[in-house]
């Protein structure tokens, strides 16, 4: 039965019917009325209905095709989610657990922490491939330990790639440094060590072997001192072959405190090709020669110059010499009043043996070359520069010198300024100690900042309180005690010593620095300038230094006492 439609033109819907479809308008809405009908009927309450026949026949449900997934497909699928979900939780808490026990930070990991200027580890740290890095640094507190069961091995090379430089720390207890030149410093970075393919060099004050049993050289020694320990003979012995001592210019023996012993089984010959043999003392003795009755045939006789030069006269001639022999013994000549040289030789020759002693102050001395001023010359020249100052024989303050057997010897008789400067050389060093009488106090200027020894710090305070005693002041300026304090300079109050032969200067330097109320500061071109305003002036100055013995010396029997006194007090000292 085919559907009846009413159509319209054009495919419009019918006048007076709605556009809304049969099957979808609400069959239980009653009160909405079509909207094409008149008002009277939609007024009617009575519904319509409107059947639609049709001749098709309906869809199976075979035949419909359905969106979506059904059955098994969606079981498995729901699996799947439900898996991947167990997994996502546990992959999760496994990434929290591993950040909450590796300690991952967002400033690193554990003891790792990442910072912009580079890596802090804390603690200990292994690597098992090799590492690169610029600088290797540890806390200021704590210290750098580098430690490898096979060994340590540390290298440098250049901008090319190739080796220059490298320490290889072995487990066999070798350490092995390759390098063009291996160079040791201190914290001065002042030079100490070097050595390279052509020499070996120490550039220090003191070189100490403390081998009991001593040295052995098989080559040949070159150095400008030899010198023991305090209170320790010193000994150069060979005992099968011969010791030679050899110098292009001068050689010195000096004994400042003790003797001079010279043994031989065989000869002793003392030999100068062009200079003197000079034996300068007051005593010259000469035991166990041979003695003569007078009889025989005659003999040389030994004579000596008013000069003090040894000459031999002939048989049965007496003791007399000409100008010829006794003008050329000594640069100083000293002559009889019958043959007396001219004022103008005699002023020449004191200006060349002035120049002589005091050379070292621009190199020109009697070791030549060399710049280390002596005891002369640093008590000379306080002597002269600073008349109104006491100042002491650096022979006072060396080791060895014993002021109760021997006094203390000084520049002048008292001490008006109640200051006393006490120049004393120890090990090969000068300082200077500032005696303020009034305050009973020393201080001591060191340009090298080495730390006070014990025994300077003993002879300064004797020297100290010998010195206090003898003068103790009147009226309000007079002590009744005679405690002494010997303190240090402080280091940023001086000037500071950057080689190892301008302490001499830099000592005279301070004194009168000190003595003016000036800058105790000094450069290199003040020392220049004062090396050579002080050898003119030590050159031309005509007034002889003076030395007056201060403090007599006491009895013998004091000697004993005081050295127990400083054995006590480096007993104490050690524990």
């Known amino acids: 039965m085919a559907a009846r439609y009413n159509h319209t033109p054009y495919g419009l819907p019918p006048r007076g019917y709605p556009e809304e479809a049969v099957w979808s308008r609400n069959a239980y809405d009653v009160q909405k009325q079509p909207l094409g009908y008149p008002t009277s009927m939609r007024e009617s309450s009575q519904p319509l209905t409107t059947v639609v026949h049709s001749n098709m026949k309906p869809t199976s449900d075979s035949n419909i095709y359905k969106v979506g997934i059904y059955g098994w497909r969606k079981r498995c699928l729901y699996v799947f989610i439900v898996a991947l979900t167990v997994i996502i939780v546990i992959n999760l808490a496994l990434t929290i657990w591993v950040m909450s026990v590796l300690d991952i930070s967002l400033g690193g990991m554990g003891a790792l922490k990442i910072t912009d200027d580079g890596i802090h580890v804390k603690g200990k740290a292994q690597f098992e491939e090799p590492v690169q890095f610029s600088q290797l640094s540890t806390a200021n507190d704590e210290a750098l330990v580098i430690d490898s069961p096979l060994g340590v091995s540390v290298q440098a090379r250049n901008q090319t790639g190739h080796r220059t430089a490298g320490l290889d720390l072995g487990t066999d207890g070798k350490a092995t440094a390759v390098c063009d030149r291996f160079e040791v410093y201190d914290s001065d970075r002042k030079l100490l060590f070097f050595a390279d393919t052509n020499q070996i060099g120490l550039k220090l004050d003191n070189l100490r072997i403390l081998d009991e049993g001593g040295s052995v050289f098989d080559g040949a020694i070159q150095t400008a001192v030899v010198r023991p320990e305090l209170d320790t003979p010193l000994s150069l012995e060979s005992p099968t072959r011969d010791i030679l001592i050899d110098a292009a210019q001068d050689v010195e023996i000096l004994s400042s405190a003790g003797e001079i012993q010279i043994q031989s089984l065989l000869d002793i010959s003392l ?66 009043s019958d043959d007396e040289a001219p004022p103008e030789e005699q002023q020449v020759s004191i200006l060349e043996q002035r120049k002589l002693q005091y050379g070292a102050l621009i190199g020109q001395g009697t070791n030549k070359g060399s710049t280390w001023i002596n005891d002369r010359t640093v008590f000379d020249y306080l002597s002269l520069k600073l008349p109104e100052f006491l100042v002491i024989e650096p022979l006072v303050l060396q080791a060895g010198y014993n002021i109760d057997l021997r006094g203390i010897i000084g520049s002048r008789e008292d001490a008006p300024k109640g200051v006393v400067l006490m120049p004393m050389q120890h090990e090969n060093h000068w300082i200077l100690g500032i005696l303020e009488i009034q305050l009973g106090m020393v201080a001591v200027f060191d340009t090298l900042r080495k730390e006070l020894d014990e025994d300077v710090w003993m002879k300064m305070e004797d020297v100290a309180k010998a010195l206090i005693k003898k003068f103790p002041g009147t009226g309000s300026n007079h002590r009744t005690s005679n405690a002494v304090y010997v303190i240090q300079a402080r280091d940023d109050q001086y000037a500071m010593q950057f080689d190892l032969v301008n302490c001499g200067p830099l000592i005279c330097m301070l004194a009168c620095a000190y003595s003016a109320r000036e800058s105790l500061f000094f450069n290199e071109d003040d020392i220049t300038k004062w090396r050579e305003q002080t050898f003119e002036f030590l050159v031309k100055t005509e007034v002889n230094v003076q030395s007056y013995r201060i403090v007599p010396p006491k009895e013998a029997d004091k000697a004993p006492k005081r050295a127990s006194l400083k054995k006590t007090k480096k007993t104490k000292k050690a524990s």
């Open 271 to 336: 030999n100068s090709k062009q200079g003197e043999i000079r034996l300068d003392s007051g005593n010259i003795v000469m035991s166990g020669l041979a003695r003569s009755d007078g009889r025989g045939a005659a003999q040389y006789q030994l004579c000596i110059c008013h000069s003090g030069r040894v000459f031999l006269a002939a048989e049965r001639a007496d003791c007399r010499a000409d100008r010829s022999i006794c003008i050329m013994a000594d640069e100083i000549c000293i002559l009889s």
